[in-house]
């Protein structure tokens, strides 16, 4: 049911970039495409199903949905530069600087933010400019300096830092990193609608640590033809991560107990609320 109905959000939000980006032309297009197809789509997922939680119809939060996703896809871009992570493949594919060059994924990365920020200021995406205000606003503060770009030089820093991060250290980072873009798809569903945003985004923070904490666990324990990324490069780099400061047992417990948590702050939705139920567990039992 859970899978039925992620891969059906996977296809809507994929269907609405074509349509989106189908307009576009010049020699960044295509790679804006091409970073955009694939994925698990979760952070989409999160979009859609919090705003069926609270009224928001379809045709609305499409476009939030899109827009994380494009966010997401920018920042992978960027992070595969030979200057951030440096790695040939991603999502089982040729990064985009190996597929093109180092220029057309920087400019890519660039325009697939720009169009993000475009479909959440776009009268489809919501008839009340204040609420598109809104989502324009939470979403730079998410994915900014102190948010994910935040996160991302945090984890640069690290691979030259002196000594290795500590357990909170590392938090602080992902919850930048990793979390903040997470927590703002949850939460774009009742900030739609102008409802609380608490049990949301109480949810997001625990599932964001502990999607992290899962990815460690796979850097570790994976097989890289599933991932279609390459793994063990923490560890070939000598950084902290959960892994290594909790022990393999010891972060699976971690993540275990985050994600009981998350399902605890949904308890004010009752069933309604099952399908982000079962996309917390899917957070620690994916392989890829």
């Not at 871009?77 to 790695?87: E, G, I, K, N």
Request: aromatic share 4%; glycine share 8%; net charge negative.
């Amino acid at each position: 049911m859970f899978r039925a109905r992620l891969d059906d959000v996977a296809a809507q939000v994929q269907a609405h970039l074509d349509d989106v980006m189908a307009p576009l032309e010049g020699p960044v297009a295509p790679a804006m495409r091409y970073t955009c197809q694939g994925g698990k789509r979760l952070r989409a997922f999160l979009v859609m199903e919090g705003a069926r939680l609270h009224g928001v119809p379809p045709a609305q939060a499409i476009w939030p949905a899109a827009a994380i996703e494009m966010v997401h896809a920018y920042s992978l871009v960027h992070d595969d530069l030979p200057c951030m992570d440096d790695d040939d493949l991603r999502r089982g594919r040729p990064t985009v600087h190996i597929k093109w060059d180092e220029g057309t994924a920087v400019l890519a990365g660039d325009a697939l933010q720009t169009l993000a920020f475009e479909c959440l200021a776009r009268p489809e995406c919501h008839r009340d400019p204040a609420v598109r205000a809104d989502l324009v606003l939470t979403m730079a503060q998410a994915a900014g300096a102190q948010g994910m770009v935040l996160g991302q030089a945090l984890d640069i820093a690290a691979e030259t830092a002196a000594t290795p991060l500590t357990l909170d250290q590392i938090i602080a980072l992902q919850d930048g990193k990793t979390g903040a873009l997470i927590q703002w798809s949850a939460t774009a569903g009742p900030l739609m609608a102008r409802a609380d945003t608490a049990p949301l985004r109480h949810y997001a923070q625990a599932l964001g640590l502990a999607f992290q904490i899962a990815d460690d666990i796979l850097d570790v324990t994976g097989n890289e033809d599933i991932a279609g990324k390459r793994l063990q490069k923490d560890a070939d780099a000598g950084k902290a991560t959960f892994v290594s400061l909790l022990g393999l047992a010891g972060a699976q417990q971690r993540a275990s107990d985050l994600i009981d948590r998350a399902i605890v702050a949904l308890s004010v939705y009752g069933p309604e609320a099952d399908s982000l139920r079962d996309a917390a567990r899917f957070v620690i039992a994916r392989d890829s």
